[in-house]
């Protein structure tokens, strides 16, 4: 792919075309970025290195729901860089405590188990499973199966793109590993219907981010939860990207009033700042962790610690949740005008929206290249499928310019199309 090709339809000055051919020389070529170069970024906005700005609609996959550099972040983050940094677990440190303790409190739970990235995370939720399975259930040795929705998205490890089903993802890079079964998303009797003995854990998301921003049918949470329930098999839920007050709520889970027995989370766990992830459990699940069988030199450390209690504490006033709803159903009923104006569907759970658009018109990938020229970042997904994710510190007067700009883009193809 030429310089040329990468630049593609956009008016990049010569500062981001050398910054784009330099990266594209030297970084290996896992992304198929959006043709802009950002240099800085301030709550909903960044700035890219020829000074225009545009609003940020994708913030980080939802990594950013606090926004660029929240000063009550950022000055927290200084304080511990000039303390401490990193201990690794063969020590305490002072952060971690009060970060546990209040992570497990936000989630309702009596421990947590700290990672770094959300696939992490994601493994650490499977090998605990297991464990739980064969210590706790009384699984057969080696037989342990977990069960996965199909259109998931949990992650880039070999075990996790194993139960994908997105070929993108996985060509190329098996053999995988065995003890997953696949079943349609949202739909219990299916779920039901592979149960066995040695089933430990269902894993999906209450909401798929990556699959299109896809909601289950209503009630899905709470029948799985008293599938769970009856058939001694672990809720394990993957809130890395609805959890922390996307939705509206602080998990996606609240919405059906269901509490897993696992809480993934991840993301905006780190404010932005920083990788931080966990899992949430109680101790039945994660007492069957012992010294030795799982860690991370990186897992837990005083930096980490110290930004993610900040977060946790940050969302127990309820005031960002609060945004993501009000800021939502404005976004909701705003894109809901323009369906069959060149867009098919639209779905919103709080301030997060997957907007179908017409595959007859334009592709996801030329809409966000379109919405960039008139300054707001969103990513494609599968196609035709726009995610609209803007930091919760936006204005009602930045979601109602993401929405013109929007239908600026849909309704002028539309009217060259019909020419
Ligand atoms: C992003 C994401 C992950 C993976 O997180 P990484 O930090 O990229 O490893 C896992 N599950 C869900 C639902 C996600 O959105």
Redesign the pocket.
């Given at each position: 792919m030429s310089t040329a090709d990468l630049v593609g339809t956009t008016q990049a000055g010569t500062a981001s075309a050398a910054h784009i051919e330099q990266t594209e020389r030297h970084a290996a070529h896992n992304y198929h970025p959006l043709p802009i170069v950002l240099a800085s970024g301030d709550g909903a906005w960044v700035t890219d290195v020829e000074g225009r700005r545009y609003l940020d609609c994708l913030a980080g996959?939802?990594a950013l729901n606090f926004g660029h550099r929240l000063p009550r972040l950022i000055e927290r983050a200084r304080e511990q860089l000039d303390r401490l940094t990193l201990t690794s677990r063969a020590f305490y440190n002072d952060q971690l405590g009060p970060f546990a303790q209040a992570l497990a409190e936000l989630t309702g739970k009596d421990q947590v188990l700290p990672m770094n990235?959300?696939?992490?995370a994601?493994e650490t939720a499977i090998k605990v499973s297991r464990k739980w399975g064969y210590l706790v259930k009384g699984v057969e040795p080696g037989k342990a199966r977990i069960v996965t929705m199909r259109g998931n998205?949990?992650?880039?490890t070999t075990t996790i793109i194993g139960f994908s089903d997105d070929e993108v993802a996985t060509d190329d890079y098996g053999p995988f590993t065995p003890g997953f079964v696949s079943v349609p998303y949202g739909d219990v009797r299916a779920v039901a219907d592979v149960l066995d003995d040695t089933v430990v854990a269902v894993l999906f998301?209450p909401v798929q981010?990556?699959g299109g921003v896809v909601l289950p049918p209503p009630g899905f949470l709470r029948d799985l939860r008293v599938l769970c329930t009856e058939r001694n098999v672990l809720m394990v839920a993957?809130?890395?990207?609805?959890g922390l007050a996307r939705t509206g709520r602080t998990f996606a889970c609240d919405h059906e009033n269901v509490v897993p027995d696992i809480y993934?989370l991840?993301?905006a766990l780190g404010g932005g700042l920083y990788?931080v992830?966990a899992i949430a459990a109680d101790d039945d699940v994660l007492g069957t962790v012992r010294p030795g069988t799982h860690g991370s030199t990186f897992g837990g450390n005083p930096l980490a610690a110290a930004i993610g209690h900040e977060v946790v504490q940050m969302l127990k006033t309820g005031e960002f949740q609060e945004r993501a709803r009000v800021l939502g159903e404005r976004l909701a009923s705003r894109l809901g005008a323009l369906v069959g104006q060149g867009v098919l569907a639209v779905r919103v759970r709080g301030l997060w929206a997957g907007v179908d658009i017409d595959p007859a018109l334009m592709t996801g990938r030329e809409v966000c290249e379109e919405l960039m020229e008139r300054g707001i970042l969103a990513k494609d997904t599968h196609g035709s499928t726009v995610r609209f994710a803007p930091p919760l510190v936006a204005t009602e007067a930045d979601v109602d310019l993401l929405v013109s700009a929007l239908e600026d883009v849909v309704v002028t193809r539309l009217h060259r199309s019909r020419r």
């Open positions: 996959y939802s990235s959300g696939a992490e994601v998205f949990h992650g880039r998301e981010g990556e993957d809130e890395i990207q609805s993934v991840g993301k990788p992830s």
